[in-house]
């Protein structure tokens, strides 16, 4: 299908290659957060506060951001974590 440049399109976000790493999540968090005019410090601080382990990170990600990005893994302990 063709589209219309600037049309909204979600972002795809492979968790089992590099795009998937808790750097680049919080990265591209950041990046969205300055796009909507969010307030990416307090994402921040949730994150250090709640986020022990990648999974946190990850379900953190989704459920702020959710919205706008599909997470997709082949991981079936990522996939039996969040019920997929």
């Not at 089992?16 to 969205?32: E, M, T």
């Not at 410090?41 to 999974?55: I, M």
């Amino acid at each position: 299908m063709i589209k219309r440049k600037g049309e909204y399109r979600r972002i795809v976000i492979d968790l089992d290659g590099s795009d998937g790493n808790v750097y680049v999540l919080l990265s591209l968090a950041q990046s969205i957060c300055r796009k909507l005019d969010w307030d990416y410090d307090r994402f921040d601080a949730e994150v250090n506060f709640f986020s022990h382990r990648y999974e946190d990170v990850v379900a953190l990600f989704d459920e702020w951001f959710g919205e706008y990005c599909d997470l997709e893994t082949s991981q079936d302990y990522l996939l039996k974590v969040f019920d997929k």
